[in-house]
């Protein structure tokens, strides 16, 4: 029998409990549940009890000296981090399109000169399954280091069958071997291969008749993503794919208005996605749209800093009443880190959320995007014990203090991984 975990004393600890069972909005993203002199006590890596220290003393007395104890006194204490939306597992690296951009050079005109999510993928082909394998892994370690233990992991630089489902068993095998729970997501409609230059819908079709099947058969991804752009995927096309891999289950996920409006928001809406990603340049009518339906807004300003772009417009969002998570994007081009602090820190920063918005997102409202909230993203009894322990007295500090690590201790299902 492994020992229950104690963490003691937090200065604050941050629950996020009372969740109203779905994804948080407006005021309701502020509220933390903070217990101050907080506790909490995992068993069999399931959180067993929440309270004031005092209170658990009461309720564990008989059991106290069973425990593995952590005192957490002067410091913050909050559920793990969830990254839903990452691109992890990729082949290669492309530091040179880095110059590139900043000698000039914008991200779709690399991509349309064969560079971009092509170069990638010609790594991606190239690499073996075991060196995906391990640089994926060396990455989720990176994850952790930073506090997140809940990540979502797309396909999509294969572009072909083949690699396509190299990318998706590579992270299959990663849910078995590492400790962060990792939640695949298939986006054979990430790019038109240069193959298929001019016969878009060729391309299509081998999605719909040749990936998607199988993909389903081995239950390889939960989620459908598109990268709906112009030059990419069409708002047509790209429902056309949703609603085929609806058929298989997949539930829709959407690139959306990230370089150009393309009234990707108003698309997400239509099609029932669980998210929208970027929307830097969203419309006013598909904010209000998402709005409506539930459409959670997962907002990446790493990326729109990395491409030196105005930030997507999250304090409207949220004012106008859509769930906002954020997400680093992870991928090799347009947001290559693992720093899911970061991303909370430029969400304030480049989009006005306040510190406790910013947590929430990376948290409760980023589990929801993932359909992970029964199990992460707060600290209720009967959820995971994943719970970070920060080397800061509050939240607040978390997003003020910048550009540095502030992680401590990490606890993965009740287990320590990191410290
Ligand atoms: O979310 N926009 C499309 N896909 C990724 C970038 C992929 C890449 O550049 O390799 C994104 O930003
Ligand atoms: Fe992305």
Known sequence: MKKPIWIKHAAQLVTLAQADKKPRSKEAMSELAIIEDGSVWIEDGIIQAVGTTIELEQHYKNRANEAEITDATGHLVTPGLVDPHTHVAYGGSREREFEMRLEGASYMDIMNAGGGIHATTTMTREATEDELFTQTKKRLDSFLAHGV????????????????????????????????????????????????????????????????????????????????????????????????????????????????????????????????????????????????????????????????????????????????????????????????????????????????????AATYNAACAIQMEAKTGSLEVGKQGDVVLWDISNYQELQYLFGVNHVKVVWKKGVKVVG
């Not at 009234?263 to 996605?273: C, I, P, S």
């Not at 539930?294 to 009443?321: F, H, S």
Request: with cysteine; hydrophobic share 40%.
């Open 149 to 360: 233990t809940t990540v979502e992991g797309k396909s999509g630089y294969g572009l072909d069958l083949e690699t396509e489902l190299k990318q998706l068993r590579v992270m299959k095998r990663l849910q078995n071997e590492h400790v962060i729970d990792l939640i695949p997501t298939f986006m054979g409609a990430h790019a038109v291969p240069a193959t298929y230059k001019g016969k878009e819908n060729d391309y299509i079709d081998v999605i719909i008749n040749e990936m998607l099947p199988v993909v389903a058969a081995e239950k390889l991804a939960v989620f459908n993503d598109v990268f709906c752009e112009v030059g990419v995927f069409t708002p047509e096309q790209s429902e056309r794919i949703l609603e085929a891999g609806k058929k298989y289950g997949l539930i829709p996920k959407i690139h959306a208005d990230e370089i150009e409006p393309y009234q990707g928001a108003e698309l997400a809406a239509k099609v029932g996605a669980i998210s929208a990603e970027h929307l830097l340049k969203a419309s006013d009518e598909g904010i209000a749209a998402m709005a409506s339906s539930g459409t959670i807004a997962c907002l990446l300003p790493a990326t729109a800093l990395y491409l030196r772009e105005q930030a997507a417009q999250g304090r409207k969002m949220i004012d106008e009443g859509v769930a906002v998570a954020i997400s680093t994007d992870c991928n090799p081009g347009s947001s290559p880190t693992t720093s899911m602090p970061l991303v909370m820190n430029l969400a304030c920063i480049s989009m006005r959320l306040t510190p406790a918005e910013a947590l929430t």
